[in-house]
């Protein structure tokens, strides 16, 4: 059974940083790509940042410069950095792993910026 646990969400002030953590288990995901979603009260889920096992990254317009995604195949775990950290980006955080066709999410880890 295939299983994505975030952790690392949590209450931050703007400006502040966060760094969240998705470890994965049940399936090896190096041939594949992890990465992070968000979605925000009211909003549809949006694509943050993912990473190959090859080490190629995307990263939204909106987060770049601000989040670095990095991975660590050895641990099957994905994490994303963030720092800047700003109102609008508070919202549930998930993390995604796909391989062999298939996409696997985990549980979500929440994400609130506020002072």
């Known amino acids: 059974q295939v299983q994505l646990v975030e952790s690392g969400g949590g209450l931050v002030q703007p400006g502040g940083s966060l760094r969240l953590s998705c470890a994965a288990s049940?399936?090896?995901?190096?041939?594949?790509?992890m990465g992070w979603s968000r979605q925000a009260p009211g909003k549809e889920r949006e694509f943050v940042a993912r990473m190959t096992g090859g080490g190629s990254t995307y990263v939204a317009d909106f987060v770049k410069g601000r989040f670095t995604i990095s991975r660590d195949l050895d641990k099957n775990t994905v994490y994303l950095q963030m720092n800047s950290l700003k109102p609008e980006d508070t919202a549930v955080y998930y993390c995604n792993a796909l391989t062999s066709g298939t996409n696997y999410w985990g549980q979500g880890t929440q994400v609130t910026v506020s002072s």
């Open positions: 049940g399936r090896d995901f190096g041939n594949g790509y």
